[in-house]
Structures are given as C-alpha cells and as structure tokens.
C-alpha cells in the first residue's frame, strides 16, 4: 500500500515556474514507477510525465517537453515535477500516481495502481 501526497501547486503568471512534489508513504517506494497526470475542467487526464524506479528512464508529453522536468529522490521517497514557461494552458489539477513494478515507465491511466489527491496549478495571462 502506498499513499501520495503532492504539494507544490499555486497561482503563477504565465512564463512563471512551479515545482511541485509528491511524497510516498511505505518503504519500498523505489520498486515504483511514478508518473504526473493532470486534468484541466471538462477533458480528460492526461500523462505529463513519467518515471521509471530507478530514475532512468523518463517520458514526457509533447506539451511539457523542454518546460518540464521530472525527478524523483528514493531515500526521501519523493518524486518532483518542476515547470518552467507555464502557459495558461497548463491550468490543471495535477495529480502524481504510483505503480509497482520494476519496468520502465508508464504512460496510461490503468496501469498505475495508486493516485494522489491532486493539486490545483493555475497559470494566469
């Protein structure tokens, strides 16, 4: 069992930054790969970025490549998100989810078995 909690969100004005961080519970949280999802009013949630266990292997969505950066810390069982060059677009309740496994990373919603409660990231024009 594995419970997350992110911190980190805001209000930010475009071109600003966030960094935002998920803490895990339990002790074995480096046999987990974690990803960020977000999910703005009326669409769906989507994959921002993803991490492998060990940290090697990272994926991000066309939209946060070059503004986004993830990266986790297993002795503080913390994985992090910093955004860069917030655009207005990137208004979303963020959410960081787990997945036990010693594979790559993942992408899609079903395969990640645990979710944070979300927090909210406001880029204002």
């Known amino acids: 069992q594995v419970q997350l909690v992110e911190s980190g969100g805001g209000l930010v004005q475009a071109g600003g930054s966030l960094r935002l961080s998920c803490a895990a519970s339990?002790?074995?949280?480096?046999?987990?790969?974690m990803g960020w999802f977000r999910q703005a009013p009326g669409k769906e949630r989507e994959c921002v970025a993803a991490i492998s266990w060990s940290g090697g292997s990272t994926y991000y969505a066309d939209a946060a490549k070059g503004r986004f950066t993830i990266s986790r810390d297993n002795a503080k069982n913390t994985v992090y998100l910093q955004m860069n060059s917030l655009k207005p677009e990137d208004t979303a309740v963020y959410y960081c989810a787990a997945k036990y496994g010693s594979g790559n990373y993942y992408v899609r919603q079903y395969e990640y078995n645990y979710w944070g409660q979300g927090t909210q990231v406001t880029v204002s024009s």
């Open positions: 339990g002790r074995t949280f480096s046999s987990y790969a």
